[in-house]
């Protein structure tokens, strides 16, 4: 509920109304927080792949709860790669195709699956053409695509599918602060 003044107050249930919008928050201090310790093209290429596989995840096993649990999967994913000798981005899509034959499998809803299944392919090429291109050109590209998965992020909060409008949301406020802040220290730099 807003005052006459537009000034926040408290919902129906009590609540201050900021409350309802912790995703925004917890999403806005990660970015603050990368940006605050230095972004490398690395990192912002991971939080790329990591953010679509949470994606992929929810569609392929049709849970959108799955996301959230994604992110903490995926960025064990990462480190586990990087621990057995493979590459961080071997590791994503050797997730990502066991995620995809579980979808086949259990025949979850096509359309969200190859959806997802795109996105990947799609933000996980140029996060990786990021990290192996001219370092300042693969920290615009990286934040270019981090940027760019907002869309993706603003689309599924508005049809509220695939994944929860709370980590729809939490990626919005990750994605651009993060991404334009990759593509603005790469260009100072």
Known sequence: ?????GEATADASGRPAILHRWPSAVGLAA????LATGVERKAVAVTICVAA?????????DKPWVAWAAIP???????VSEVIGLVWWAGIGIAALALIAIGLLTKVSRPPLTAQTLALIGFGALAVVGVYVAPRAGLALAGVALASHSVWDVIHYRRDQVVPRSLAEFCV???????AGAVILAILD
């Open 1 to 5: 509920m807003n005052t006459a003044r």
């Open 31 to 34: 970015a603050v927080g990368s």
């Open 53 to 61: 596989l949470c994606y992929l995840g929810a569609a392929a096993l």
């Open 73 to 79: 999967g995926g960025s064990l994913v990462v480190v």
């Open 173 to 179: 406020l990750l994605d651009v602060p993060l991404g």
